[in-house]
Nanobody
């Protein structure tokens, strides 16, 4: 059974940092592209950052230079380091592992709130 469990969310002041984790099980982790998405209230889910199997990364313009996505294939875990957080980063953050349409998995989400 495939499981993705996000953790590390919480309440942080503007300018602060958080590190999200996505721990997986029941999956051959290193063959999947990992993507972090987020969804703010009343808005559509948006891509935040992705890391391919070979390590190539890409970021949305809104987080470029502030967030870093990484993967540890030995631990079957993905991370999203978020620095210089802004109120507009407030959202539920989701981890996604995808190989193709048939092998596409989501975590349950973790809430990130940036507020003073």
């Amino acid at each position: 059974q495939v499981q993705l469990v996000e953790s590390g969310g919480g309440l942080v002041r503007p300018g602060g940092s958080l590190r999200l984790s996505c721990a997986t099980s029941g999956i051959i982790f290193n063959i999947y592209t990992i993507t972090w998405y987020r969804q703010a209230p009343g808005k559509q889910r948006e891509l935040v950052a992705a890391v391919a199997t070979g390590g190539t990364t890409n970021y949305s313009d809104s987080v470029k230079g502030r967030f870093t996505i990484s993967r540890d294939n030995a631990k079957n875990t993905a991370y999203l380091q978020m620095n210089s957080l802004k109120p507009e980063d407030t959202a539920v953050y989701y981890c996604n592992l995808r190989m193709n349409a048939d092998y596409n998995y989501w975590g349950q989400g973790t809430q990130v709130t940036v507020s003073s």
